[in-house]
């Protein structure tokens, strides 16, 4: 067994591109392998900001030799009163076979010839000189570059190219222009500490010869090294590192031989918001921040910076990079102060000259809207005074930060500042908050807002995105979504579920997509289709999130929305909170086995009943069932038992409990089963078109007290 390397040496590749093209190898390479039938004992994938490499140990010198069918021509053309044509002759020659070889067999397009040939394997080295071009060339990314006078794209030149077969070099040529990458046996070592070249005997020991050379060439080693490298030096200071885990996987692509670093800037800084500090570290230095403790909200004047320079220089490394955070820390502080200058008020009228979208007009408008909708939120949610002001109010200021100096150069800490902003001009605590949280969630898996100002303002905002890009008719379809209204819509659905909002989310899209209609500086085509369509992604969202999220199976989330159901789909947008609790019921009795107990019996009514007229919302049945018409006891007790159960139902509606709902479906099923199947079963479908409306009310009663919970007939038995 031998072992193949590949390295493909460059100039600093961007540190997303080096996690990207590894993956695409990873995903790649071990079925192209064994496309060609080759199995090898372990794929290793390893990458540095110079260069990308893939070492395959236990591949064997050849392919196996392997026994395959061949299909050839048809029997009648292959052959000619039982005489082999030139057609059969040139069949034969090609599968290295001989006419004797070949055997004639019926398939259903008629007789074909068929052989059974050999395949020798081919010599494992040679297949792949032909996949590296493929495996280098083919890797897809962003911003590709040309060089030279060639072609050749790749997102950095390609300076070198190592290929060895164990010990031997598979010769290969990277053609670009007049320019030519041909294959060799030298690497190059790091970049300061060992620049010069770096020859390598064979294939093994990759790994070992580039550490000699301070190349670590293993991203998730010196992630490790790096993170164990930040701890050792924050504990230096006393203090405890905020490690984002983006900014350590990019850092550990920045280098190749890590050296983490301490630098320090002027206590006076700490003055400015963290997030404006820890903003200018992270995301223009790409450094680590330090705070006080672990839980601590205070920073300490230091930060840790990972060096791929000479480690003997890491005091004048952190000297040259304190001049640098200064400066930009003073740019900070010089904005903070700026729009402190007055209070957050004074920024909305600018909101006049932003654009939200040129059809829809200014943010200024856009926030208009927003007040507009929280404000019938709020009294959807019957709040008191107090937090109805405090909703304008926040609804009011939510995006007057976008205009400050701060927003306007770290755009990531809209909200942010607009909360401290706030508080600095006197808003209530209330208010301020909210101006933040109404941003949350900003991402899968971020904190929702906590409180009701916040939630209430962040519905808002995210509803009048909704309706004003659907207006547009700039729907989402297949993966594009450049509005993220997907995203917007999953928040509000969120929302309402963690913080267990009663709103009527059916009857707010028709009051917004009415102010719309209103409104003289807005277009709505067609008013019925927006909240068409608005009802039909929201149901959408929750169909998602209750599979996904919540885990609950497709047939019963299908149930508690119906299929098609319009009455089911309008309830669901009325009662966000009753739509996921049946659901979650639904679940939880499927497993405990309880839905096994009645889905039977339920489920033949609902069908039945669909040949009768019974209304889909009649649950007494006082006028709908008559006595006189009764042929069998099996009737007067199926009567009887829908009495019982319609204050078990009335009971389940008014508490959102269905757990009693289902205890009277439970014993209501045996005599349901009696009256289909007992000996006293009656033919739902009599003669007697009278006898025949009754029968079809009483199931027809039964399906609309199971309806209650969930459309049974979109429930798949197991």
């Not at 007789?111 to 071009?133: C, K, Y």
């Not at 920073?299 to 320079?309: A, K, M, V």
């Not at 700039?474 to 913080?499: C, E, K």
Request: with cysteine.
């Amino acid at each position: 067994m031998a072992t193949f390397l590949l390295e493909v040496g460059t100039e600093e590749l961007p540190a997303s591109f080096v996690e990207s093209a590894l993956s695409q190898w990873r995903d790649r390479i071990p079925g192209e392998l064994a496309d060609a039938f080759l199995t090898p004992s372990a794929l290793h994938y390893y990458g540095t900001p110079r260069r990308l490499a893939l070492v395959v140990e236990g591949l064997p010198n050849r392919q196996p030799d392997r026994e395959e069918e061949a299909k050839g021509p048809p029997a009648q053309a292959a052959f000619k009163n039982g005489t082999p044509t030139k057609a059969a002759e040139g069949f034969a020659r090609s599968k290295g076979v001989t006419v004797e070889d070949l055997e004639i067999r019926e398939t259903d397009k008629g007789a074909f010839v068929f052989v059974n040939h050999r395949i020798p394997g081919r010599p494992t080295a040679d297949i792949l000189a032909e996949r590296i071009p493929e495996w280098v060339l083919g890797l897809e990314g962003k911003r590709f570059m040309r060089w030279g006078d060639g072609d050749l794209r790749f997102p950095r030149p390609i300076r070198w190219l190592v290929t060895l077969w164990d010990d031997q070099l598979i010769p290969l040529t990277l053609e670009n222009g007049s320019e030519r990458c041909s294959s060799d046996r030298v690497t190059y070592g790091h970049r300061v500490l060992h620049p010069a070249p770096v020859p390598l005997a064979q294939a093994t020991g990759y790994v070992e010869t580039l550490a000699a050379a301070y190349v670590d060439v293993d991203p998730a080693h010196r992630q490790t090294t790096i993170a164990a490298q930040i701890e050792t030096a924050a504990a230096q200071v006393s203090g405890i590192a905020q490690v984002s885990p983006d900014l350590l996987a990019e850092v550990t692509n920045l280098v190749e031989w890590p050296t983490a670093v301490v630098g320090q800037f002027d206590a006076e800084f700490l003055d400015l918001p963290s997030e404006v500090a820890v903003m200018e570290m992270e995301s223009h230095q790409r450094y680590f921040p330090v705070r006080a403790g672990a839980d601590s909200p205070d920073l300490l004047p230091y930060f840790i910076t990972i060096s791929n320079g000479d480690p003997a220089k890491s005091a004048l490394i952190a000297e040259g990079n304190g001049r640098v955070i200064r400066a930009r820390l003073s740019d900070g502080k010089f904005f903070f102060d700026a729009d402190r200058a007055q209070p957050l008020d004074a920024f909305y009228p600018k909101l006049e000259t932003v654009t939200f979208e040129e059809r829809l007009g200014s943010m200024a408008a856009k926030v208009q809207r927003v007040v507009a909708i929280a404000d019938r939120i709020a009294q959807q949610l019957q709040v008191t005074a107090a937090e109805r002001g405090h909703i304008q109010r926040a609804a009011h200021l939510c995006k007057a930060d976008l205009v400050s100096q701060m927003v306007g150069e770290f755009p990531e800490l809209q909200g942010v500042m607009g909360e401290k902003y706030a508080r600095h001009s006197g808003e209530p605590e209330a208010v301020a908050v909210a101006i933040a949280e109404h941003y949350l969630p900003k991402g899968a898996g971020d904190r929702l807002p906590q409180t009701l100002v916040g939630q209430a303002v962040g519905i808002a905002d995210r509803l009048d995105t909704l309706v004003s890009i659907f207006s547009l008719g700039m729907l989402p379809s297949g993966s594009s979504d450049p509005f993220a209204l997907r995203r917007a819509a999953n928040a509000i659905v969120y929302i309402t579920w963690a913080a267990n909002l009663g709103l009527n989310l059916g009857t707010l899209l028709d009051q917004v997509v009415a102010d719309f209609e209103a409104n003289p500086n807005l277009t709505v085509a067609d008013g019925a289709l927006l909240r068409s369509q608005l009802q039909d992604f929201f149901l959408q969202r929750v169909q998602t999130l209750l599979q996904d999220d919540c885990g609950v199976d497709y047939d019963l989330v299908n149930a508690v929305l119906g299929e098609g159901d319009v009455d089911y789909g309008a309830r669901a947008l009325a009662n966000l909170l009753d739509v996921r609790d049946r659901a979650l019921y639904l679940q939880k009795i499927r497993q405990d086995g309880t839905l096994d107990t009645i889905y039977a019996t339920v489920n033949r009514a609902t069908n039945l009943a669909k040949k009768g007229t019974l209304a889909g919302d009649v649950l007494d049945p006082s006028g709908v069932v008559d006595a006189a018409y009764f042929q069998q006891d099996s009737e007067a007790a199926f009567l009887s038992a829908l009495a019982t159960l319609l204050p078990q139902t009335q009971a389940a509606q008014a508490s959102r409990d269905y757990s009693q709902l289902v205890q009277g479906l439970a014993q209501a099923a045996p005599v349901v089963s009696r009256f289909f199947d007992g000996p006293d079963s009656v033919l739902v479908m009599d003669a007697d078109p009278a006898v025949q409306q009754n029968r079809l009310n009483l199931l027809g009663l039964l399906r609309n007290h199971a309806r209650v919970l969930a459309d049974f007939g979109a429930i798949v038995k197991g």
